[in-house]
Each structure stands twice: as C-alpha cells, then as structure tokens.
C-alpha cells in the first residue's frame, strides 16, 4: 500500500494563495493541524508557509488564550450537560494550550508579540505591536480571517459584533446550573447549554452567499478566507435587528 504524500511548505503556501492570502495582507488565523493530514515538519511547517505568504509587511494575529486542551468528560458530566471543560491558567502561563498545535508555535515564535490579559491574542509582522491588543484592532483595519480546518464558530473576532448586547434570553441558554458550579473549582470553565439556532453558522453561510468568503481545500482540511469587518457586520446586524430569530429563542412574554 502506498503511503500518504505529505503536505510541504510549498504545498501549503500555494493553497492559501489559492484561498486569496496574499503579501502584506492582515489576517487572524485559526487552525486545525490535524485537518490538514501529514504535514511534513508540523505546526512549524504552517507557521513558516504563513509567514511566508504574508511577508513582513503583512501581520498575522493568533489566540493566545492561557486555557488548557478540554479535560477529559465522565458519563456523568455528560449525563448533567456539560459539553466541554478546560483549566484556565494565569495571564503569565507560557506552556501548551488548548489554542492548537499551530497557535503555540506560532507564539513562541521569538518576532511574535505577546497581547494583554486572559482574551490574549499574539501577532506578528508589520503591525504586530499594535494589533497584539485585540481583534478591535484588526476589524478596524479591514484585516480578514483565515479558517484553516475549522468553520466560523473558532473565528475570535466575531465576538466584537457582541458589543450591541445579546438578550438575556439568549444568555440564559449558556448559565452553567448552581448545583453544577459549585461542584468545580474557580479555574475550571465549563461549557453548557445553547441555543435552537446556531447563529455563527447562519452567518457563515449568509457570508458565503454574499461572496465575502472563499473556499477550497488544502490536504485533507476545507479553508475558509472571509473578509472579517463584513462578516462580523452580518452579525452585528442581526443582533440589532432581530436577535431572537437569529438564535431561535423566544421572547419572555410573548
């Protein structure tokens, strides 16, 4: 039996030049190392195709979160609803996370800027420094979002569009039950609940069908390259106008 070809650093920077990365581009990453099969080299491998496609005039910015890889679920966590739980660690944490192969190497990447606080992100190239504090910063500079293996429901910056307020119907869907809270410990997040619509899914696809996204696949992952200030505005726009449609929630009282 033949075995698989790996993918190279040449056969990665090809692929996002297909999706449209380009030189000098500004671009948040979010990635899945496994996705994309046997890279020869790993995480480094995707890392230096990245750099390389953008250049030093472009910037790449990463999640740096300082949480772990989610914890391992017993039947009974299952059973009381919990779909997923990480530890959290301190501002200062420097070792592996939960961000993915791909986003620690990057940031341990000796030109790569570290951002502030526990919603970190890291950034690198031109406008590292000042688009290390935040995917604020990216928006505002019409940077896009490059899904590598994973949909919309990773791309950090969509959580700006929050901003406008979410409905406290809709947030209701996500508090984690005070039988469940007390039995873990304040480093502990634990994910629960949702909502009838996945609302980040919609915007994906309305994206899509406006042409602000492109597709295609490298190795074995399907990538995704969006304009991130026009996606985040669909969703901005949504929860504006309609947000209880938008997540399938009724409204009290009606």
């Not at 075995?3 to 996002?16: H, N």
Request: proline share 6%; glycine share 12%.
């Amino acid at each position: 039996m033949t075995s698989p070809v790996p993918l190279t650093q040449d056969d990665i920077a090809e692929g996002l030049r297909r999706l449209g990365l380009g030189a000098g581009m500004i671009v948040e990453v979010h990635s899945s190392l496994s996705s994309l099969g046997w890279v020869e080299g790993g995480a480094e491998t995707v890392v230096d195709a990245l750099m390389g496609v953008v250049g030093e005039e472009g910037t790449l910015v990463m999640t740096a979160q300082p949480v772990s890889k989610p914890l391992p679920l017993t039947e009974e966590e299952r059973r009381r609803g919990i779909l997923a739980k990480v530890r959290r660690y301190g501002e200062d944490y420097d070792g592996p996370t939960g961000m993915g192969a791909i986003g620690d190497a990057f940031r341990r990447r000796p030109a790569t800027v570290l951002g502030p606080g526990f919603h970190r992100v890291c950034a690198w190239g031109r406008d590292a420094l000042r688009l290390s504090h935040g995917y604020a910063e990216l928006l505002a500079a019409d940077g896009h979002a490059l899904l590598l293996g994973v949909d919309i429901t990773r791309c950090s910056s969509m959580h700006q569009a929050e901003r406008v307020g979410i409905p406290p119907e809709v947030r209701a869907c996500f508090v984690v039950p005070d039988d469940i809270r007390r039995d873990y410990p304040d480093d502990i997040f634990i994910a629960y609940g949702g909502t009838p619509r996945e609302a980040w899914l919609w915007v994906q696809a309305e994206a899509e069908r406006r042409g602000l996204i492109s597709r295609d696949h490298i190795g074995r992952a399907e990538c995704r390259l969006l304009r991130a200030a026009a996606v985040v505005g669909i969703y901005e726009q949504a929860l504006r106008t309609d947000p209880y449609a938008l997540f399938g929630v009724e409204r009290r009282g009606e």
